[in-house]
């Protein structure tokens, strides 16, 4: 079946130090791919998106993610943390049942040490 | 600037009550989203619309209907309300053509 598996429920990096989401997506043809940040009490917001093309994709707020199709994955980083990163991080992918439907990662929580 | 608003951020409810959320996107999309989240669940489709008076169940429609009357319009109800609906409602928009989503703040939900 046919799933998106973020491996890391919590991580806890220091501000300023480099940062990895990881997600691994399993789907028969060249997926689509997002990763998007929720802070406390808000909605989703898109941080980037994969379709087609160049694996690395550039995001918002420094963020960049590679596509590796040879492991599934589509990792989320980012150089250097600030703490205003701190949030909820969710990858989502397609739904090959119902295309009009995502399907995705039950989350990583991101917190930041000082 | 695309926008999806939720009518209510919080609201507090009896068990028994009938509620309604309600969404507005401004993007002309085709397509509407309710989700529901709770800790360690993730995301979890409750109904889903592709078109006015169209909708379609998600993997937890139970408890639910919605209400798509106007495009730009999505409405959640909770038919009787119980505890166990106690959550973060979250809506979102797509277009028929543009593969993500785009979300409301959320509707904190609570059941007494």
């Known amino acids: 079946a046919q799933s998106v598996t973020q491996p890391d429920i919590h991580i806890t990096v220091s501000e300023g130090a480099s940062l990895e989401l990881r997600c691994n997506y399993s789907?028969?043809?060249?997926?689509?791919l997002f990763w998007y940040v929720q802070s406390p009490g808000q909605g989703l917001q898109l941080l980037l998106k994969?379709?087609?093309?160049d694996t690395l994709v550039q995001g918002i707020k420094g963020f960049e993610a590679e596509f590796k199709r040879s492991q599934s994955s589509f990792n989320l980083r980012k150089p250097s943390v600030h703490w205003s990163d701190a949030a909820e991080y969710f990858c989502?992918?397609?739904?090959?049942?119902?295309?009009?439907?995502?399907?995705w990662g039950l989350g990583t929580s991101l917190a930041v040490n000082p | 600037d695309v926008k999806v608003t939720q009518s209510s951020r919080y609201l507090v409810k009896r068990t028994g009550e009938k509620v309604f959320l309600e969404c507005v996107q401004d993007?002309?999309?085709?397509?509407m989203f309710w989700y529901r989240q709770d800790p360690g669940l993730g995301l979890r489709l409750i109904y889903f619309?592709?078109?006015?008076?169209?909708?379609e169940k998600g993997d937890i429609p139970e408890g639910y209907s919605v209400s798509r009357e106007k495009k730009e319009r999505f409405s959640l109800i909770l038919e009787s309300a119980s505890t166990n609906q106690t959550s973060m409602y979250l809506c979102?928009?797509?277009?028929?053509?543009?593969?993500?989503?785009?979300f409301g703040e959320g509707s904190r939900l609570t059941v007494l």
């Open positions: 619309s592709y078109d006015v008076k169209m909708k």
């Open positions: 994969y379709f087609s093309g």
């Open positions: 989502a992918g397609p739904n090959a049942g119902n295309n009009r439907k995502l399907i």
């Open positions: 789907y028969g043809a060249t997926p689509y």
């Open positions: 979102a928009s797509r277009g028929v053509y543009t593969g993500e989503l785009f």
């Open positions: 993007m002309d999309h085709e397509n």
